[in-house]
């Protein structure tokens, strides 16, 4: 085990690398995993979109970043290097100093990570207090200067609310405060602007993605919607089944998706270049970790299929953009 802080390298701004990384809940016989052997990796200043539809993994990678597994659940192989250290090793108390200070992260549900028993204030300025030294009144002004940035009206006169007093889309926003507080290292927003309309979700990736420019900030944008992923990430991970599917620089995936179900994903959204053509979702379900398949586990209800996709799970092709699949859309590598 390791002591975060004793192990954080001079080169603040370093990534984050992820090997190998599977978690697995149960016990002995009954054991399954909600996602397995994910690689990746997310340099200084730069975006990773994670996507994929419900339920393929994307909080549970996030989870698993920040030591934050439910009930039940472990990392049973892999590891999560940020700068020098490996996540996955550290002691408890580490790890919480890790969360505070070298990785933020806005939650899917704002309501359940907000403490409910503090004032907005002490959320955003304590940890600030304590990662920086600052004094109270720094650490305050501090606070106040990012509810504001993050577009919270009357911040002033806000600060010393309660959550409960704050609407979904405030208390967002003031999540969104908290993640950013201590200039984390890593980033992980995790559905960031749901709960805000269109105009305000701009704002608020607008100055995710200033203050990752000034800070060096590696940023996982956990997402549904893949137009967000095209404007605001440079690299795509696609996760179906608690697996890499595919994986590659943004241009290249947008330009030419290989996998079959990055190509149904794509086709799933309002068209990037057409926003009047309809939805159109992809017939089936996926299926649930209890019973993944040996071979491919899209295999079921993509339109490529072959008795061949059910014996083994496919092996990678390609290098930087890879996918897993033996038949690729636009043809074999
Ligand atoms: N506490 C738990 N114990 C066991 N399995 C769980 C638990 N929580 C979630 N899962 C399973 O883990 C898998 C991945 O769930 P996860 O929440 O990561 O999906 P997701 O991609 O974030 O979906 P969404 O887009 O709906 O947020 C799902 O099959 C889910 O049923
Ligand atoms: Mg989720």
Known sequence: MQNFQDARPSSAGAGLRVRDLTVTFGRGRKTFNVIEDLNFEVAAGETLGLVGESGSGKSMTAAAL?????????????????????????????????????????FQNPLSSLNPSLTIVQQIAEPYRLYFGASPTA??????????????????????????????????????AMALACKPRLLIAD?????????????????????????????????????????YAQKVMVLYAGKTVEQGPAEAFFTAP????????????????????????????????????????????????????????????????????????????
């Open 191 to 231: 559905e960031p602007t749901t709960a805000l309309d269109v105009i305000n979700q701009a704002q608020i990736l607008r100055l995710i993605q200033r203050l990752q420019k000034e800070q060096g900030m590696a940023v996982i944008f956990i997402t549904h919607d893949l137009s967000l992923v095209a404007e």
């Open 139 to 176: 650490a305050r002004e501090h606070a106040l200067s990012l509810l504001q940035e993050v577009g919270v009206p009357d911040a002033s006169q806000r600060l010393d609310d309660y959550p409960h007093q704050f609407s979904g889309g405030m208390r967002q926003r003031v999540m969104i």
């Open 66 to 106: 920040m030591g934050l597994l439910p009930w039940g659940g472990k990392v049973s192989k892999g590891s999560v290097q940020l700068g020098e250290t490996d996540i996955t090793r550290l002691t408890n108390a580490a790890l919480r100093t890790a969360r505070g200070r070298e990785i933020g992260m806005i």
């Open 258 to 333: 290989r996998h079959p179900y990055s190509q149904a994903l794509l086709h799933a959204i309002p068209r990037l270049v057409n926003s009047e053509e309809r939805l159109t979702d992809i017939d089936g379900l996926p299926p649930r970790p209890q019973e993944f398949p040996v071979g491919c586990r899209f295999a079921e209800r993509c339109p490529a299929m072959t008795p061949e996709c059910l014996t083994a799970y496919p092996p990678r092709s390609g290098d930087d953009h890879h996918f897993y699949c033996i038949h690729p859309v636009g043809g074999a590598a």
